[in-house]
């Protein structure tokens, strides 16, 4: 008798050489202590990610999430993505059911070279590697070059998805002030020169420059410019990453660092999440040839490959599509829906707060008064079926409990005004409570701040947009 057939007699009535089920329950001390001993010393750093955590309940209908960082995937033209699988199925259908080499399919390669071409960065196919999806970039680059303890310059706040990959490797990430001209490069070199004193040289600086997740911002071009001569300087890696940039709705673009630094320094990730689907899981990273290699092994030892059928799909899309019409499209669709959360947040958001003016990317960065907790407002706010991502998410200090990310991308803009209205509400509960117990209005309003775009403003907070202001006056 096999064990399949244990398996099928085990689905009738208890018989001889039956195979029963392990009894399943409540986790009891002892079951936490049985497995406690084999987990990895890395696994008591690990942080489970905001997003994730909140995917569940997002996923319910009533729920207006304007918390995940999801592209408009719905305005794909399901006629298109018909035509591109019908198309792959009947030409490549054996390629797409195969292995495919680490670095990538050429003629997946040739779309990258073709994004980035748009980007203005010119890139040879020799010098990348595809991916699942930009987030495996994060980690197959922490992967190669981080031991536990070593340091990590990252804004702040930082992707909240780069936080967890961070822990796993148990990493010392130092993050860096930002303000609305993205990150101050002027502290980040105080904080390395303080790193040098201590002994201590980062392996690698994270930056999102350009509509930055979480905050909305991007870096200044005087900023750009002085980071890559750092990274000369100092001889510093840095990861530049780079979802939004083909997302602009307003200004001029700004040179990649990949571009100002031709590859010596910079590492750059890039993804079709948010240009094409986040669904077929590819992204790409382009490195210098020995930081390459090592990702290249990484890479092996955690997939073998990233999808055929995948690369296949993006070729074959490529070759027949206007893509570049379908970025155009989502990018005026995702201004309308910014124009309107932020006319939304000026009508229902207290004027104790403020809020950064995205010129193009997914998200909005909201400050409260600090006396306010958004992981506890969220709690509250989900009571009222809306969700945002709390700010402590986004840092690995402690710091941005009184923010929020608020995304504009995955909903209309009916729910964009319900929910930010649903927000303001709690928002508004919470200073009235807090003027009740301490007999004092919430909040003085806040200082102006004077702009600068060579040194930036004067003070931490990146939001520079008041309550009430109005859409038309900007920041």
Same mark, same amino acid.
């Given at each position: 008798m096999t064990i399949d057939d244990d398996l099928t007699r085990g689905r009738g009535a208890p018989g001889r050489g039956e195979i029963k089920p392990m009894p399943r329950g409540p986790s009891t001390t002892r079951d936490l202590e049985r497995y406690a001993g084999l987990f990895a010393s890395r696994t008591r750093g690990m942080k489970s990610s905001a997003m994730r955590d909140l995917m569940a309940v997002i996923a319910r209908p009533e729920v207006i999430s304007l918390a995940g960082g999801l592209p408009d995937t719905g305005a794909f033209p399901k006629?298109?993505? %018909? %035509?591109?699988?019908?198309?792959?199925?009947?030409?490549?259908? %054996?390629?797409?059911?195969?292995?495919?080499?680490?670095?990538?399919?050429?003629?997946?390669?040739?779309?990258?070279?073709?994004?980035? %071409?748009?980007? /203005?960065?010119?890139? $040879?196919? $020799? $010098?990348?590697?595809?991916?699942?999806? /930009?987030?495996?970039?994060?980690? +197959?680059?922490a992967r190669a070059l981080i031991d536990p303890g070593d340091v990590i310059l990252a804004e702040a706040p930082t992707y909240p998805g780069a936080v967890p990959v961070f822990s796993s490797y148990q990493a010392d990430v130092v993050q860096i002030e930002m303000d609305s001209d993205g990150m101050r490069v002027d502290v980040m070199e105080e904080t390395l020169d303080r790193l040098d004193r201590e002994g201590r040289k980062p392996k690698f600086i994270y930056t999102i420059p350009t509509f930055q997740n979480p905050g909305g911002v991007t870096m200044s071009l005087p900023r750009r410019r002085r980071l890559v001569e750092v990274a000369r300087e100092r001889e510093l890696l840095v990861l530049e990453d780079n979802p939004y940039g083909l997302l602009r709705y307003e200004g001029v673009p700004v040179p990649t660092l990949r571009e100002l630094d031709g590859g010596l320094y910079v590492m750059y990730l890039g993804t079709f999440s948010k240009i094409l689907s986040p669904g077929i899981r590819l992204g790409w990273v382009l490195a210098p040839p020995p930081v390459l290699e090592k990702i290249n092994l990484?890479?092996?030892?955690?997939?073998?490959?990233?999808?055929? +059928?995948?690369? +296949?799909?993006?070729?074959?899309?490529?070759?027949?599509?206007?893509?570049?019409d379908y970025v155009d499209s989502v990018a005026e669709r995702y201004r309308a829906r910014r124009d309107t959360m932020l006319d939304a947040l000026a009508e229902h958001f207290p004027a104790e707060a403020s809020w950064t003016h995205p010129s193009g990317g997914l998200f909005i960065w909201a400050t409260l008064p600090d006396f306010i907790d958004t992981t506890d407002l969220l709690a509250r706010a989900l009571r009222d079926n809306v969700a945002f991502v709390p700010g402590a998410a986004a840092y690995l200090d402690g710091r941005g409990h009184n923010a929020m990310r608020l995304n504009f991308s995955a909903v209309d803009e009916a729910d964009i005004r319900e929910g930010v209205r649903r927000i303001g509400k709690v928002v508004a509960e919470q200073l009235a409570l807090y003027g009740s117990l301490t007999d004092q209005p919430a909040a003085p309003p806040a200082p102006a701040v004077e702009e600068s775009s060579e040194g930036g403003a004067q003070v931490v907070p990146m939001p520079q947009r008041r309550s009430g202001e109005g859409r038309a006056r900007g920041t």
């Open positions: 006629e298109t993505l %018909a %035509a591109v699988m019908r198309q792959v199925a009947m030409e490549s259908s %054996a390629e797409a059911l195969q292995y495919g080499p680490t670095e990538g399919l050429a003629g997946a390669k040739d779309c990258i070279v073709e994004v980035m %071409a748009a980007e /203005g960065i010119r890139a $040879d196919p $020799d $010098d990348m590697i595809v991916t699942a999806g /930009g987030q495996q970039v994060i980690d +197959l680059v990484g890479k092996q030892a955690a997939d073998l490959c990233s999808s055929t +059928l995948s690369q +296949l799909m993006v070729i074959e899309y490529f070759s027949g599509a206007r893509w570049r």
